[in-house]
């Protein structure tokens, strides 16, 4: 193979560098995760410059079933030819005895790794979607219930149920599920189109090109539509952040809930280890170390920031490094998450214990209600509360009602069938498309 760079034949003289090709060995690695989002990004790009009759039709219809025979193969990346747009087009040109010459005219790497990202990320939070549903489904079978006390300053404050504690549970993870799916949406979005920032000779329309894809175009300013890929970045990270946060507040609640001071819920196998010196230890490493997950994507956005911030509007070499850290860990992440639903499942709740626990005062409010139905003063209800607390007052009890805000998400996996059907039907769409022109 003649390996030739996509920017051959430009101004700048070509020289090795060992120094700059360890710089891009991390990076080709990662870009193994957007081979097929480019070659169907080009196939798009390539069945438009055949429906226009720009150039030869002839060699686009050879590159279109190069293209299509490479689809779904494995496919091995070389460093010398920097990222996945210069290994495919040094691939194509190759099997094409360079019929394939116009295969990307007019194209920026910018706008196609902007394009690949923007496919990849969707999928990958389509994943997490179909986690979240799972896990969902998990939650709702469990059917134990029992009094908990509520923790406000690692103290006492409230009783609640068992039930309720799960139903806030679900709600976390069905709120994050909302904000994740917005930002699918919002990556249907087609970058293609400008250039390096500043606009496109191209004379394809990439409107077409976008509806081949399953995509939109929508904004027409080239400096905007380039914004949107560092912007993209912070978008993706900012709502795993929130939602691995939350996670990471409902995991301690377990670290605490099932340790030796309280024992209320017991973890399932699988999730806690033992220890290397003590055999009496029960850890909740799964959760500890999802912990850091968490703490490692909140250093992503820091990062993002670091990257961009007092940057020009256009292109910036070393923007890669956010690629290079961003889409590996959310493979990683997408890997953990997928523990979740047996997690979640397999968590039992000890209600004898919950109930040995809960000390007097955590009834002070309730009380508090019942001496203010008598005396109708709120301050002199809450003082005659304290008093009696004071003075060892057993307290009247009561048992909380459930909360229960969901009884079953079919709304998700409706919600999450239709994402997964968009993206494979307009996948397939395309397909067919050069499938009919490559039986011409």
Same mark, same amino acid.
């Given at each position: 193979?003649?390996?030739?760079?996509?920017?051959?034949?430009?101004?700048?003289?070509?020289?090795?560098?060992?120094?700059?090709?360890?710089?891009? !060995?991390?990076?080709?690695?990662?870009?193994?995760?957007?081979?097929?989002?480019?070659?169907?990004?080009?196939?798009?790009?390539?069945?438009?410059?055949?429906?226009?009759?720009?150039?030869?039709?002839?060699?686009?219809?050879?590159?279109?079933?190069?293209?299509?025979?490479?689809?779904? @193969?494995?496919?091995?990346?070389?460093?010398?030819?920097?990222?996945?747009?210069?290994?495919?087009?040094?691939?194509?040109?190759?099997?094409?005895?360079?019929?394939?010459?116009?295969?990307?005219?007019?194209?920026?790497?910018?706008?196609?790794?902007?394009?690949?990202?923007?496919?990849?990320?969707?999928?990958?939070?389509?994943?997490?979607?179909?986690?979240?549903?799972?896990?969902?489904?998990?939650?709702?079978?469990?059917?134990?219930?029992?009094?908990?006390?509520?923790?406000?300053?690692?103290?006492?404050?409230?009783?609640?149920?068992?039930?309720?504690?799960?139903?806030?549970?679900?709600?976390?993870?069905?709120?994050?599920?909302?904000?994740?799916?917005?930002?699918?949406?919002?990556?249907?979005?087609?970058?293609?189109?400008?250039?390096?920032?500043?606009?496109?000779?191209?004379?394809?329309?990439?409107?077409?090109?976008?509806?081949?894809?399953?995509? !939109? +175009? +929508?904004?027409?300013?080239?400096?905007?539509?380039?914004?949107?890929?560092?912007?993209?970045?912070?978008? =993706?990270?900012?709502?795993?952040?929130?939602?691995?946060?939350?996670?990471?507040?409902?995991?301690?609640?377990?670290?605490?809930?099932?340790?030796?001071?309280? +024992?209320?819920?017991?973890?399932?196998?699988?999730?806690?280890?033992?220890?290397?010196?003590?055999?009496?230890?029960?850890?909740?490493?799964?959760? !500890?170390?999802?912990?850091?997950?968490?703490?490692?994507?909140?250093?992503?956005?820091?990062?993002?920031?670091?990257?961009?911030?007092?940057?020009?509007?256009?292109?910036?070499?070393?923007?890669?490094?956010?690629?290079?850290?961003?889409?590996?860990?959310?493979?990683?992440?997408?890997? =953990?998450?997928?523990?979740?639903?047996?997690?979640?499942?397999?968590?039992?709740?000890?209600?004898?214990?919950?109930?040995?626990?809960?000390?007097?005062?955590?009834?002070?409010?309730?009380?508090?209600?019942?001496?203010?139905?008598?005396?109708?003063?709120?301050?002199?209800?809450?003082?005659?509360?304290?008093?009696?607390? +004071?003075?060892?007052?057993?307290?009247?009890?009561?048992?909380?009602?459930?909360?229960?805000?969901?009884?079953?998400?079919?709304?998700?996996?409706?919600?999450?069938?239709?994402?997964?059907?968009?993206?494979?039907?307009?996948?397939?769409?395309?397909?067919?498309?050069?499938?009919?022109?490559? @039986?011409?």
């Amino acid at each position: 193979m003649i390996k030739m760079k996509i920017w051959s034949g430009s101004a700048s003289p070509e020289a090795s560098n060992e120094a700059y090709r360890i710089m891009l !060995e991390k990076d080709i690695s990662v870009d193994r995760y957007l081979i097929p989002y480019e070659i169907l990004s080009l196939m798009a790009y390539n069945l438009n410059i055949y429906k226009k009759g720009i150039g030869s039709r002839g060699d686009t219809v050879k590159t279109l079933k190069v293209l299509r025979d490479l689809y779904g @193969q494995n496919i091995s990346l070389d460093p010398d030819l920097e990222d996945v747009h210069g290994n495919i087009e040094s691939i194509v040109l190759e099997k094409t005895s360079g019929s394939a010459k116009n295969m990307r005219m007019f194209l920026s790497r910018n706008e196609q790794v902007h394009t690949d990202v923007n496919f990849f990320l969707r999928d990958v939070l389509i994943g997490y979607e179909k986690i979240i549903y799972d896990t969902l489904l998990g939650i709702n079978r469990i059917t134990q219930n029992g009094t908990m006390p509520g923790y406000t300053h690692y103290r006492q404050g409230m009783p609640v149920t068992f039930q309720t504690y799960l139903d806030f549970i679900k709600n976390i993870f069905v709120y994050n599920f909302a904000r994740i799916n917005e930002i699918v949406n919002v990556l249907k979005e087609l970058p293609l189109g400008y250039g390096s920032g500043f606009g496109s000779m191209s004379d394809v329309d990439f409107v077409e090109v976008a509806s081949y894809m399953g995509m !939109e +175009k +929508k904004h027409k300013n080239p400096l905007f539509s380039f914004m949107l890929y560092p912007d993209n970045y912070i978008r =993706v990270v900012s709502v795993i952040n929130s939602f691995l946060i939350d996670i990471s507040r409902i995991f301690q609640d377990m670290i605490i809930f099932s340790g030796d001071e309280m +024992k209320i819920i017991e973890l399932p196998p699988g999730y806690v280890t033992g220890s290397s010196l003590m055999p009496n230890k029960v850890n909740p490493d799964f959760m !500890e170390i999802f912990q850091g997950y968490a703490a490692k994507s909140v250093s992503m956005m820091n990062l993002l920031y670091s990257g961009i911030i007092n940057k020009t509007t256009g292109y910036h070499r070393d923007f890669q490094i956010l690629k290079d850290e961003i889409l590996p860990f959310m493979i990683e992440l997408n890997s =953990v998450l997928n523990g979740f639903p047996q997690l979640f499942s397999g968590i039992k709740f000890n209600s004898k214990a919950a109930e040995e626990i809960l000390g007097n005062s955590i009834y002070a409010t309730y009380n508090s209600k019942l001496n203010f139905r008598s005396s109708g003063n709120w301050k002199e209800s809450y003082r005659t509360t304290g008093d009696m607390i +004071k003075s060892g007052t057993q307290l009247k009890s009561y048992i909380p009602e459930d909360v229960t805000t969901y009884t079953d998400f079919n709304f998700i996996r409706d919600m999450v069938d239709a994402n997964i059907m968009y993206v494979e039907e307009s996948r397939d769409k395309l397909l067919k498309m050069i499938d009919d022109i490559l @039986q011409i």
